[in-house]
């Protein structure tokens, strides 16, 4: 399936700005420059290794968490999604950086918890907030049907 001959899919997938890992037989037998930056690793120094669950770089990269976070010494953590194509011989990993979107995530948990601590009434006029008025309303009418 995944063959380093036909030139013109290698050349798209070397600069592709997500990372690609194929592994034949849990053998690394071929990963994109995108990857190997994310991972601050040589593209050498992983052509070839076999991929275990005693290898922490396995378990983070063949893993089921998604998204998962790869700490770098360089630079920021990214977070990444993975895909998967399993072939008959190879299996093709796709990792996409997510980092925005947990960020965002992470980011609105925190503003709405920072919301539902907020106090109910204006503290100058002593009324209920409008949004809290309505959040009232909205429990006594489903209560009542």
């Not at 922490?56 to 999604?81: E, H, I």
């Not at 980011?107 to 809290?132: A, W, Y």
């Amino acid at each position: 399936m995944f063959d380093t001959s036909d030139e013109w899919p290698m050349k798209a997938l070397e600069k592709a700005n997500f990372g690609v890992l194929v592994l034949e037989q849990g053998s690394v037998i071929w990963l994109n420059p995108y990857l190997a930056k994310l991972l601050e690793l040589k593209k050498t120094d992983l052509l070839g290794c076999m991929m275990s669950s005693e290898d922490r770089l396995s378990t983070v990269l063949l893993g089921t968490d998604t998204p998962f976070m790869v700490s770098r010494k360089n630079a920021d953590d990214v977070w990444l999604k993975r895909q998967v194509i399993q072939a008959e011989r190879q299996n093709i990993y796709f990792f996409h950086d997510c980092s925005d979107l947990v960020i965002i995530g992470n980011e609105c948990r925190r503003l709405q918890k920072d919301l539902s601590e907020m106090n109910p009434k204006d503290p100058v006029t002593g009324m209920i907030s409008f949004d809290h008025l309505v959040q009232l309303l909205d429990s006594h009418i489903s209560r009542s049907r």
